[in-house]
């Protein structure tokens, strides 16, 4: 079934890419139901997950690859995966079906996407270390083509330094995946027996290298300050759904391989070294929040919340493994709302950037200070934006909040000064989004303006989409976070 | 069953914003809004008298608590009961224009509020205290075409939520310590981090309830219409944070700098409010600055150790200062404008002034109305606290007289000569829902009948103190004291021009507050916003752009030698760590033969992605890709 969700898109992509005279609506109709598959699947995947199972793992599928190497195709879900491969099919599907110009190559435009899904769902799906490397590395393909081919602006410069700059950090991934694969015995790169042969532990300053190439390489993806300067040009010149699934999935792998790689294989030197990564954390938290308060670009601005958002995400988990032992219950707040965090930030910000879209679709301009007053054209967009923004600005009853609310208790039990400081970023963040909404939607209606066109139907039902989760997420979280403490219980006690 | 109560009027509102009444918008609008209110009351007043319980998981380890003691009950009947009036006001008087949405969202606040106040546990504490926030900014920002409204607006936000951070953090140590977020299991709490969480609610509550030096954010609130102003000072938002000081009093009095902190903070905006308020030129600012007064007379008898009391002062408080909203609102726009020195509506609306009468002298305090009643149940327990503490109180409630007088006289004193023209006086709804309030604050009066004491102490579960005689005889000399200096100003004429003299202007504006506000906080952290985008545009990303460039040169050179060299170069290492894995795999070392194998395989599907991105600067990647070899090469030598 998961290989299903894997490559039914990738079918699909490999048909677009071969098929000759597809129109525009036909790619796009054929690019929504292929990326319909995925969803149910994970729907499936969803009731069927227990969550009072025990294994590491669940729904695994399996197949030989390489054995003499120990590599295998292996995948399955655990209670961090479901949530991050689910939310993973919804962001794709609502991406694919917002309206974009597509600079009259359907075809390629909706084939890249529906490969960047498949490597996509098989990283966060992926139960053995090459497999995910393997898929880390194709994501920059796809974003990259996505970005250089149909964004705007310096769309090639952006999308040169976006690839370098995450490719670099995944060749320091690869040499410590390498070393930590050397360190099995078996020579093996299965994630669940290296999980439980914790090979490295004990092996001081080799692991601590080891470490450092892991969370540099999935670092930079994160993105963590101050290796975090690729996103915003990626971002700005990205074409909306491109940016949507940059902030919504992609930048999800850093984190997700943080807990899945450095945090579940190294536990013992994670934990040595954990402290150092929350104060990075918290650095990224306070800055990425106080850099975007000083943007006045609309995209410039949502990019780096990116920033201060996952860096609650990477509080969390260094929270969450800061201790080999005690305060369990809190650190399994700090991971949970690490993971929901993952999510909520997925949706949230996904929203945002396509809202972003909708606003260059419609002025070219993403100049905060040239809109104002749009809440009388564009009511729907308003709403739209405004259940957006409070999500990410923390307003209880949305996603965000228990998300963070999460990460600060759970961070609070073990470092107390730093998580006081990083509560600090949730008064900015109210400031810089209370003030984005000022300045698009209220007040007077700049000339130019009058006559904004409101959602088309097509973007009020993707947004409505990902935006119903959030609520739900907010009003409901039980359904979401007791998938997520089946895994998270694993994660927190003694090795 | 409970959660019944914050949730009817959290779904009537949604559901009342929403509706678009064909026609007789108002009457629809008015009607459906007492309803919801008058529903959300009946539950009310069930929980207040069952003291039911209720949860909801929200999260594994974590349930959402609502309970209801004797304060709650008081409080969670008290909303809507002042919210009625008040909405059914809104639908009559505001302009047509979103008039959904202001009826609608102050339902909603109403709901909000309710789920502050029978919130058990801090995290629902939280939840309500961010909602009733978040809803402020929406009705705040009403009028959202002027540009002023929603940043007063974000400002009332931005302070307000900045307090609500001491909420968090009094969750995040309440948990660490003892385990729990339930109000039943703060008392296990000892070391720093009882003191982190005492003072993180403290906190909060300074600035939910507008005390020095959060003070200034109610004057950003005026930005709003006039009924949520009414709403937001009497029973919701602002009583938010004099409510959870009682509601929690017995755990927050565990620390020995509880009762002088609050005390001192009550105090000095007691006082401070009462300077500000007496030379307030513009009508709402006046009722602002008291409100802020009035809300540290709370926190002083709340400090002092008698809940009882300071919420008794919230009860009546809520029913005086809602009417005076009211009137102020009927004054602005029969008036025309909101400066009080060109108002004087006595003659043109005797009604009015005669409801309004009775809201000012409450709050002067004179007797029998009931905001002298619960003025001098503060006043007792400030003075079973510490005499001065007592004299104090009084000096602030001397000040109160003087404002509340100088407020009617201005707003609601006959006019002097000529009458001028004045803007519309509208409908006939607006004197019943000011004297329904009026009739309240009047029948609350009967508290000084004998019995009274006995029946408040009753209702509130706690012995209200009864003052020394010396105390009520000087408070009333104060009292009358503040009036006539009020009414004496005013027969000279010199009422009116009070605070319109630019050293006076200053004092009236929060004592200078928002000014050093925005020069100590607001802009440098602009400032330092600014900064630091252009750091991290030019700094930071500059780094990185350096060794880029370096890269660049660098491959440049190689490039211009000949690309073909370094594309040589990558296949010739491919073949390299294949003839050293050949080499090794023959030696039998079969972990090792693996790893270069799989190296020289990504090596090889690398520089086939690598050939496939022709966009011209592909020589980028060959010099990372032969730059990563090197290493990786170097790596596996160093490490067997």
Redesign the interface.
């Known amino acids: 079934m998961l290989t299903a969700a894997i490559f039914v898109p990738l079918a699909g992509a490999v048909a677009l890419a071969v098929g000759r005279g597809w129109r525009e609506t036909t790619a796009r109709v054929f690019a929504i139901a292929v990326t319909a598959v995925p969803l149910a699947l994970m729907v499936a995947a969803w009731l069927r997950f227990d969550t009072g199972g025990t294994a590491l793992f669940q729904l695994v599928e399996e197949a030989a690859w390489i054995p ?4 295998g195709y292996r995948v399955g879900v655990d209670g961090i995966a479901l949530p991050l491969a689910a939310v993973t099919a919804l962001v794709f599907i609502a991406s694919v079906a917002y309206p974009v110009d597509t600079k009259d190559r359907p075809r390629q435009y909706y084939a890249w996407l529906l490969f960047l899904e498949c490597v996509s769902l098989g990283l966060f799906l992926a139960l053995d270390l ?1 497999l995910f490397y393997v898929f880390f590395d194709l994501s920059l ?1 796809g974003m ?1 083509f996505l970005i ?1 081919e149909w964004g705007h602006g310096q769309a ?1 410069a952006a999308a ?2 976006f690839f ?2 995450t ?2 950090g995944s ?1 320091t991934m ?2 410590a995946i ?2 930590l ?2 360190a099995t015995d078996p ?1 093996t790169f299965d994630m669940a027996t290296i999980i439980r042969q914790q090979p490295l532990a004990g092996e001081g300053a080799r692991a601590g290298l080891v470490l450092l190439g892991l969370v540099v390489g999935l670092g930079v993806k994160t993105p963590l ?3 975090h ?2 996103l915003p040009p990626a971002h700005v010149d990205a074409p909306a759904p491109a940016s949507a699934i940059l902030a919504g999935v992609l930048l999800k792998m850093g984190t997700y391989g943080l807990i899945r790689l450095p945090f579940a294989m190294m536990r013992e030197t994670f934990q040595r070294y954990a402290g150092v990564l929350a104060v990075v954390a918290v650095v990224s938290i306070l ?1 990425g929040a ?2 975007a ?3 006045a670009n609309l995209k410039r601005r949502i990019a780096y919340t990116s920033v201060n958002h996952m860096g609650y995400t990477v509080l969390g988990v260094a929270a969450a493994g800061a201790l080999l032992s005690g305060e369990e ?2 650190r ?2 700090a991971i ?1 709302g690490a993971t929901v965090e993952m999510v909520a930030h997925g949706l949230i910000t996904g929203a945002l950037f396509l809202i972003c879209g909708s606003f260059w679709q419609r002025g070219h301009e993403y100049d905060l200070d040239a809109y ?2 749009l ?2 054209e564009a009511p729907s967009l308003t709403g739209a934006t405004v259940v957006a923004a ?1 999500a990410s600005l923390g ?3 949305l996603a965000g ?2 998300a963070e ?2 990460i ?2 759970g961070a ?2 073990v470092y ?1 000064v730093l ?2 400081l990083a ?2 970023g ?3 963040t ?2 810089l989004f ?2 984005l ?2 300045k698009l ?4 209606l700049p000339a130019r303006w009058s006559g904004f066109r409101d959602l088309a139907p097509a973007e009020a039902a993707a947004l409505a989409g990902m935006l119903a989760f959030v609520v739900i997420i907010g009003v409901y ?2 359904w979401l ?2 998938v997520i ?1 089946s895994a998270g219980a694993l994660l927190v006690e003694a090795p | 069953m409970l959660w019944a109560l914050p949730l009817t009027p959290l779904a009537a509102g949604l559901a009342i914003w929403r509706t678009r009444p064909p026609r007789r918008e108002r009457l629809t609008l008015g009607t459906a809004g007492a309803l919801a209110l008058l529903v959300t009351a009946g539950i009310a007043a069930w929980a207040a008298w069952t003291h039911p319980g209720a949860g909801y998981g929200w999260a594994p380890g974590v349930t959402l608590l609502l309970g209801v003691d004797d304060v709650a009950g008081v409080v969670a009947l008290l909303v809507p009961l002042v919210a009625a009036p008040i909405v059914v006001y809104a639908a009559a008087h505001e302009r047509r224009r979103g008039l959904a949405r202001l009826v609608g969202l102050l339902v909603v606040f109403v709901g909000a509020m309710e789920l502050l106040v029978v919130a058990e546990d801090l995290l629902t504490l939280l939840i309500g205290w961010e909602l009733v926030g978040a809803v402020s900014w929406g009705l705040i920002a009403h009028e959202w075409r002027q540009a002023d409204r929603p940043r007063a607006a974000a400002h009332a936000f931005n302070t307000t939520r900045f307090g609500d951070l001491g909420l968090f953090l009094a969750a995040m140590s309440a948990f660490a310590g003892a385990g729990s977020l339930g109000y039943a299991d703060l008392g296990g709490l000892d070391g720093p981090l009882l003191h982190v969480t005492v003072g993180g609610v403290v906190l909060a509550a300074a600035a939910k309830s507008a005390q020095v030096p959060f003070s200034p954010w109610l004057f950003s609130a005026m930005g709003g219409p006039t009924p949520v102003s009414a709403l937001l000072h009497a029973a919701t938002m602002v009583a938010a944070g004099a409510y959870i000081l009682a509601r929690l009093h017995s755990f927050l009095d565990l620390v020995s700098w509880f009762a002088p902190v609050v005390v001192g903070l009550g105090l000095a905006t007691a006082l401070a409010g009462g300077v500000v308020a007496c030379l307030q030129p513009h009508a709402k600012k006046l009722l602002a600055a008291s409100t802020s007064a009035h809300y540290g007379l709370m926190f002083v008898a709340v400090g002092a150790g008698s809940t009882a009391a300071g919420i008794a002062h919230l009860v009546t408080h809520a029913a005086f200062k809602s009417l005076l909203f009211l009137a102020a609102g009927v004054a602005i726009t029969a008036g025309g404008g909101e400066l009080l020195g060109r108002m004087r509506l006595g003659s043109r609306l005797p009604v009015v002034a005669a409801l309004t009468a009775v809201g000012s002298l409450a709050l002067a305090g004179v007797p029998p109305l009931s905001g002298a009643w619960t003025k001098e149940v503060v006043l007792a327990a400030a003075g079973e606290y510490a005499p001065w503490l007592g004299m104090l109180v009084v000096a602030a409630g001397g000040l109160s007289a003087f404002y509340a007088a100088r407020f009617q006289l201005l707003a609601y004193g006959p006019m002097p000569g000529d009458a001028r023209d004045h803007g519309p006086t509208r409908g006939a709804v607006e004197p019943w829902a000011l004297g329904v309030l009026a009739l309240a604050v009047a029948g609350l009066g009967a508290l000084w009948l004998p019995g009274g004491h006995e029946l408040a102490s009753h209702l509130l579960g706690e012995e209200l103190p009864t003052g020394a005689t010396w105390e009520l005889v000087a408070s009333l000399a104060l009292v009358g004291a503040g009036v006539y200096a009020a009414v004496n100003a005013d027969r000279g004429e010199r009422l009116a021009t009070l605070g319109l003299s630019p050293r006076s202007a200053g004092v009236a504006d929060w004592l200078g507050l928002p000014v050093l506000a925005r020069a100590a906080v607001v802009g440098p952290t602009l400032g330092l916003c600014a900064a630091l985008a252009r750091f991290d545009d030019r700094v930071v990303d500059a780094g990185v752009r350096g060794a880029a460039g370096l890269g660049g040169v660098v491959s440049a050179g190689l490039a211009r030698a000949d690309d073909r060299v370094v594309d040589a170069g990558v296949r010739g290492t491919a073949r390299l760590a294949s003839a050293v894995s050949r080499l090794l795999s023959t030696a039998g070392e079969l972990g090792f033969d693996g790893l270069v194998r799989g190296l020289a395989g990504g090596i090889a599907a690398t520089a086939r992605d690598s050939r496939r991105l022709q966009t011209g600067m592909t020589h980028h990647y060959y010099v990372l890709v032969a730059c990563g070899l090197v290493a990786l090469v170097a790596a596996t030598a160093i490490w067997r």
């Open positions: 003499t190497l120990g590599v090459l393909v990259y250089g090639r040169l330094k370098l700059f490719f670099a060749l690869l040499l390498l070393a694969y050397l020579l300050v101050p290796v300067t690729w800055y106080l850099v308060l000083g943007q219950a809190a399994g707040f949970a104002g007053g809440a009388s409070f307003l209880p009853g909040f228990v609310f999460q600060f208790v609070f039990a107390p998580a006081g509560l600090l949730v008064l900015v109210a400031a209370l003030q909404l000022q939607f209220l007040g007077e979280p039980r976070l007791d403490a």
